[in-house]
Nanobody, 115 residues
Framework: QVRLVESGGGLVQAGGSLGLSCAASGTPFRANAMAWYRQVPGKQRELVASITTGGITNYADFVKGRFTISRDNAKNMMYLQMNSLKPEDTAVYYC?????????WGQGTQVTVSS
């Protein structure tokens, strides 16, 4: 069974930076696609950024130019570098991955940006 574990969340001041990591385990297969989502209470989970096995990336407009998604296929890891953070970036950030067996979610990591 695929397991995704996020790390790197925390509290940061507006304008600061944080890096998130997602470690995948429990499968010998490479994810077809991976992504970061985020969710705040009372709102739907929204896509932040995605990346294919080949490294093609896609970003939500609200993070373009500030966040960078990357992955290390050899290590089964995915990353999200978040710069110029804003208070509205405060959310629980989730790792998502799609395997041939179906999609999987991590448990989430809290990111809080203070003004």
């Amino acid at each position: 069974q695929v397991r995704l574990v996020e790390s790197g969340g925390g509290l940061v001041q507006a304008g600061g930076s944080l890096g998130l990591s997602c470690a995948a385990s429990g499968t010998p297969f490479r994810a077809n696609a991976m992504a970061w989502y985020r969710q705040v209470p009372g709102k739907q989970r929204e896509l932040v950024a995605s990346i294919t096995t080949g490294g093609i990336t896609n970003y939500a407009d609200f993070v373009k130019g500030r966040f960078t998604i990357s992955r290390d296929n050899a290590k089964n890891m995915m990353y999200l570098q978040m710069n110029s953070l804003k208070p509205e970036d405060t959310a629980v950030y989730y790792c998502w991955a799609r395997y041939y067996t179906g999609p999987s979610w991590g448990q989430g990591t809290q990111v809080t940006v203070s003004s």
